[in-house]
């Protein structure tokens, strides 16, 4: 009888070869690029209050939930969140009841001192291990392993390289491939936490065989299906930008072999009409700009259409009347970060179009050649060109497809200039470093603060000179053609 039950007991458990042991399920919801949009979006979708209340719901109906974001939680956003340093956005995700969250270039560029006070408000460590220190000392901690749904996961937090304080590219691929390896012996699931695009998070994905899930960012990639990338069916996701969407990640794992067995995924739009917000969330962001930034609310416009990179052109001659400058700047595709929303217009719509870009403003002083050599080196279509106001300036095509031109500033005189300071870092300075001849070559440029702001000069703009009647696109289409000779 002791044989036979033996025997019995051996039938049970000796399961063929290739056969299936017991699996768990675990669900991962995911974000990234949520720059600061702590409020309720516009148009009826998005913002933190609608991602708590969806996340708090799932939470409600299941235990194996695991929360994640790819980077990127500071600055583009509310006015409330600017003024905060975005510390607040940080303190958020700790309310919410984020599980890991990884470090964006947007969040890099606050300075270490900063990464650190955000790392407080959310109240547990950032996970990145390519931001180094002097002698190339992981400052972050590189991981974390959290058991959920019956799974024990380890999660590797990594940023895009930049230029100075973390890894390249290379080597970035070379540790995160060596910390999954490590991972990989001791946890059952291994989850890259990358704020990278789709195409760089493919290639590591290559060189660390070990990593089952890439959850990424940066790129703003609204991915509605996961991708699934080699022979190993590693899986990619992420999930647009702005608290637009919650990607929602559903795996089922074969305990035995340790491969995903089965997966869905999807990407959730955070619609008001479909999605409750959290209440307690929500009272806590009203209260927090009733505080900190009161006038966020104030009505401004009624908008009858959208109004996206154009807006350049009314900010520009809005900075000129503010600061009393013969000439002022703003580069599109540096300062304006978002469109304005139809509908009804408050401050902080103002504010998320370009204010937190253009909030540092510089004068300086330049000639009419120096103006027109900058406009030359950007030539292109917008949002390469800067958009101008304070005098005329035509672009035309040659046949060879040389883009030139010309202006009605004449080249010995000397104008007063005001200008965002990103643009005066990152487009005239760089422009002018490059040249070899000409107005510009060899030239030391210096500028000084100014206290226009975008949204002062936008606000003031708005409320004293601009006809209500008027449909706003039509005023700045009004705006682009009187500054471009049409």
Not at 154 to 161: A, F, L, N, Q, R
Request: aromatic share 6%; hydrophobic share 45%.
């Amino acid at each position: 009888m002791i044989g036979a039950a033996v025997l019995l007991v051996g039938l049970v458990v000796a399961l063929p070869p290739g056969a299936s042991a017991a699996t768990a399920r675990l669900l991962i919801l995911h974000t990234n690029d949520l720059h600061d949009h702590v409020r309720p979006g516009y148009e009826g979708a998005g913002g933190l209050p609608y991602v708590a209340g969806y996340v708090a719901q799932v939470r409600a109906e299941r235990k194996d939930v695991l929360l994640l974001d790819a980077g990127d939680v500071a600055e583009k956003g509310d006015l409330v969140a600017f003024q905060t340093h975005s510390l607040m956005t940080y303190e958020a995700l700790r309310r919410i009841g984020y599980d890991a969250v990884t470090i964006g270039n947007h969040d890099h560029d606050q300075g270490l001192d900063w990464l650190r006070r955000y790392e407080g408000a959310m109240g547990q460590p950032l996970l990145c291990l390519n931001r180094v220190g002097p002698g190339g000392e992981p400052l972050f901690a590189r991981s974390r392993v959290i058991e959920r749904g019956g799974i024990k996961i380890g999660i590797i937090g990594v940023m895009v390289p930049q230029d100075e304080g973390t890894l390249n590219l290379e080597e970035s691929g070379r540790q995160l491939a060596a910390e999954a390896e490590r991972l990989d012996r001791e946890v059952q699931l291994v989850i890259a936490l990358c704020h990278v695009g789709s195409r760089v998070a493919a290639e590591w994905a290559r060189r660390a065989p070990a990593v089952n899930i890439f959850v990424t960012g940066h790129s703003h990639e609204v991915l509605r299906a996961p991708l699934v990338i080699g022979d190993r069916g590693t899986i990619l996701v992420q999930a647009g930008s702005y608290a637009q969407f919650v990607g929602r990640l559903e795996i089922e794992l074969d305990l035995a072999t340790e491969k995903i067995v089965r997966h869905t995924g999807s990407l959730v739009e955070m619609k008001h009409d479909t999605i409750a917000p959290d209440a307690a969330f929500l009272a806590w962001v009203r209260a927090q700009e009733q505080e900190i930034s009161p006038e966020a609310t104030d009505f401004v416009l009624n908008n009858v259409t959208p109004l996206g990179f154009d807006i350049a052109w009314l900010a520009a001659e809005a900075l000129r009347l503010q600061a009393g400058t013969d000439i002022a700047f703003c580069h599109p595709g540096q300062v304006i970060r978002s469109a304005l929303p139809a509908g009804p217009i408050d401050v902080n719509a103002l504010f998320l179009t370009g204010g937190q870009r253009g909030h540092a403003t510089l004068h300086t002083s330049l000639t009419g050649a120096e103006i027109i050599a900058y406009l030359n080196a950007l030539a292109g279509p917008a949002p390469d060109q800067t958009a101008w106001s304070g005098f005329t300036a035509t672009e035309t095509t040659a046949a060879d497809g040389k883009r030139t031109v010309t202006t009605n500033l004449e080249p010995a005189r000397r104008y007063s200039v005001l200008l965002p300071e990103i643009e005066w870092r990152t487009r005239f300075l760089r422009v002018a470093g490059r040249q070899k001849s000409g107005p510009l070559a060899g030239r030391t440029f210096t500028a000084e603060p100014d206290a226009a702001t975008y949204l002062d000069a936008l606000r003031a703009y708005l409320k004293n000179r601009h006809n209500p009647a008027t449909p706003l696109q039509e005023a700045v289409n009004g705006l682009s053609r009187r500054a471009q000779g049409k």
